[in-house]
């Protein structure tokens, strides 16, 4: 192997040598990513963001990206000086694939990003939804009961009053009007 290495020429030496290493790095890179591991934290103030929709920003210049382009540019540039095409030809080749790289990598983690959740419960989100009383409601407010309805995709119970002049019963089917700042659901019988 070391008289494989000698045998290259500087300009192939340096392609093989970021392929390799890019390589390497870029593998555990994505392994930590994998684990769970913060890989971002190794490069630094590297990170530029340019903001996009919802505040997650799209990272073009981070240190995943980085090693990314080094991999794609290492091996793209030795297949283009196996393929015996010029010095000129194969570096601007070898960058072209190495920002495709880089801007294919920003985009997977930025929609990766999108499909995170806060699971944050935003109560306001309830008002108008429909369900079904799950313990009893007291009339004109007199006891807090509970009311089973879906926010935010998910099945929840949650407390509620009511200003009807009847108690409201287990299976009643309701409608939220409004939420108080504390929290509790204001409901009104639906099909009286």
Do not use: P
């Amino acid at each position: 192997m070391e008289n494989w290495f000698a045998a290259l020429t500087l300009f192939e030496k340096i392609y093989w040598i970021v392929a390799i290493v890019g390589s390497g790095f870029l593998l555990v890179l994505m392994v930590m990513t994998l684990i769970g591991g913060d890989a971002d934290d190794m490069g630094g103030d590297v990170d530029a963001e340019v903001e996009g929709d919802g505040g997650i920003g799209f990272q073009f210049l981070s240190f995943k990206n980085l090693m990314g382009f080094f991999t794609i540019f290492g091996w793209s540039g030795i297949s283009c000086l196996d393929n015996g095409l010029s010095t000129g030809l194969t570096v601007f080749i070898s960058v072209i694939c190495g920002l495709i790289m880089m801007i294919a990598m920003a985009a997977l983690f930025y929609y990766l990003a999108k499909l995170q959740s806060s699971g944050t419960l935003k109560l306001k989100n309830a008002l108008h939804q429909i369900g079904e009383v799950y313990l009893t409601i007291g009339a004109n407010r007199s006891s807090i009961g509970k009311v089973s309805i879906s926010v935010q995709g998910t099945l929840r119970e949650l407390e509620a009053l009511t200003d009807e002049k009847d108690d409201l019963t287990q299976g009643n089917v309701v409608k939220v009007k409004e939420v108080t700042d504390n929290g509790i659901l204001i409901v009104q019988l639906l099909n009286k």
